[in-house]
């Protein structure tokens, strides 16, 4: 109908502005100082992480406004991106200079009784799938296979998040199909794909990276889109999709992820 494509366009422009704002004022303030915003890239060039948190408060704005949802469920997709944020960002943090990767790597050293960042991450993102599937969801394996998708489209971005602009790039383009589709899928895809948009430049250009941060909330966001189009076949599909691919990447590269 008109008026939810009217309506997916303002939940795109919602994303797109609190991203960009979000982006610009970061890089002039840097809260707490470079050495918190700054990282080496693969190239060794020096970038910042400000479009991460920018990404994150995007996504969870353009999601809290997507039009066809319940408010309930607008609050759940928003709060899954944040968390999803939280998680990364602690990990971009806490984890700096840690080459530990991977599942195996993390529980190994659970295993031997040391508690990582990225152990933590897997966690936080996780449990906040899982309490947004809660809510996204009413019955019990609808609401576990919701959890799977949204912390493992989280998992697929961070994955693709290896080069300037290539997550960026993974988002816009997983979230095509989304866009294309009607109902409530459409403004909530919206958000994740039109915060990437805006920043995908600075990325590509190496000025800002998402890291973490960015990657789990673009990822979450797309992942709640794909629990608003689908049913429990459907959620099952994506399911078995994104497990297998963070189990192969986890066999081929256990320093990954």
């Not at 971009?92 to 990225?118: C, K, M, N, W």
């Not at 960026?168 to 909530?188: D, E, K, N, Q, S």
């Not at 994740?192 to 990822?219: C, F, K, Q, S, W």
Request: aromatic residues 2%; proline residues 4%.
């Amino acid at each position: 109908m008109p008026w939810r494509a009217a309506g997916a366009r303002r939940g795109a422009g919602t994303a797109a502005l609190v991203a960009r704002g979000a982006y610009e004022a970061l890089r002039r303030t840097r809260p707490g100082g470079r050495a918190v915003w700054e990282r080496k890239n693969h190239a060794g060039r020096t970038v910042d992480l400000c479009s991460g948190p920018a990404a994150a408060l995007g996504t969870a704005a353009g999601i809290g406004t997507a039009p066809g949802l319940p408010a309930r469920h607008r609050a759940a997709g928003s709060l899954a991106v944040l968390a999803a944020a939280a998680c990364g960002a602690y990990d971009d943090v806490a984890g700096a200079g840690d080459p530990r990767r991977g599942f195996r790597a993390h529980l190994g050293a659970l295993r031997r009784g040391e508690v990582t960042s990225g152990t933590v991450k897997l966690a936080g993102i996780g449990a906040a799938g899982l309490a947004a599937g809660m809510v996204l969801e009413e019955r019990p394996l609808d609401r576990a296979l919701a959890a799977v998708v949204i912390a493992g489209s989280a998992h697929l971005v961070n994955l693709l998040d290896v080069r300037p602009g290539r997550a960026a790039a993974a988002v816009i383009a997983l979230g095509a199909g989304g866009l294309l589709r009607g109902g409530a899928a459409r403004g909530v895809c919206a958000a994740p794909v039109a915060a990437a948009a805006v920043l995908a430049a600075d990325d590509i250009g190496e000025r800002t990276m998402l890291g973490d941060t960015g990657a789990h909330a673009l990822g979450a966001g797309l992942g709640v889109a794909v629990v608003a189009a689908n049913g429990r076949a459907g959620l099952a599909f994506h399911a078995a999709v994104l497990t297998a691919v963070a189990l192969v990447a986890d066999a081929r590269n256990p320093q990954s992820g």
